[in-house]
């Protein structure tokens, strides 16, 4: 079936260091989402990417679409602590209410 | 205030004692799914529907059932509970266009001893 693998699982950064997460799909996806789930949370909307090679931003943070519609990322720039938290994205599989996530990264933002 | 409510937010129970995991959401949206989260495997979707009377297989099904007979509940059933299916779960919903991602709810804490 189809996968959505996501690297790194974890990482560990001191508060103003960047963040990047990385998404690949098995197959090209119609589009990708993210989420972010804090400690002991729900996991949160972020933003959908549906253009190849889109780039859309939201304050520090970056999403990338890939051209080939089969990854995508993450970037952070200049991490705070309230950026603590685990990272997944998601992608349609099949019908558009099937959605497969990623394994998640990890992120541990110390001062 | 727009939410996605599930119940109980905690369970403890033995094997093969049928249980209901209720999930209400009062944004009528047509698709609602659930999920189950187990450390190192992330989000594994077990049932979605697109709308009343329309369900389908996520990709971990087996030993759950689901209904959709009201447009705003999606409850969980496990019939014969084991403990594999110790796991955190939770219920999402979502507008059927593209453009918007699942909300979920706060999730349920499941222990099967």
């Known amino acids: 079936g189809q996968q959505v693998m996501q690297i790194p699982q974890y990482q560990h950064v001191q508060e103003g260091e960047d963040f990047t997460t990385y998404c690949n799909s098995s197959?090209?996806?119609?589009?990708i989402q993210w989420y972010k789930q804090r400690p002991g949370g729900h996991p949160v909307f972020l933003i959908q990417l549906v253009k190849s090679g889109e780039v859309k931003k939201q304050k520090r943070l970056t999403f990338q679409f890939g051209e080939a519609k089969k990854n995508s990322s993450l970037h952070i720039t200049a991490t705070q602590t309230t950026d603590v938290g685990t990272y997944f994205c998601a992608g349609p599989t099949g019908t558009a209410s099937k959605l497969t996530f990623g394994t998640g990264t990890r992120l541990q933002v110390t001062l | 205030e727009a939410q996605v409510t599930q119940n109980p937010r905690y369970l403890i129970t033995v094997t093969g004692k049928k249980l209901t995991v209720t999930c209400s959401q009062n944004m009528n949206h047509e698709y609602m799914s659930w999920y189950r989260q187990d450390p190192g495997l992330g989000l594994r979707q077990i049932y979605y529907?697109?709308?009343?009377?329309?369900?389908d297989k996520g990709d971990v099904p087996e030993g759950y059932k689901v209904s959709r007979k009201e447009k705003r509940n999606f409850p969980l059933i496990l019939e014969s509970p084991s403990p594999n299916q110790t796991s955190l779960y939770f219920c999402?919903?979502?507008?059927?266009?593209?453009?918007?991602?699942?909300?979920f709810g706060s999730g349920t804490r499941l222990t099967v001893v």
């Open positions: 197959t090209t996806l119609s589009n």
């Open positions: 529907s697109m709308n009343v009377e329309v369900t």
């Open positions: 999402a919903s979502r507008w059927g266009r593209d453009a918007y991602g699942y909300t």
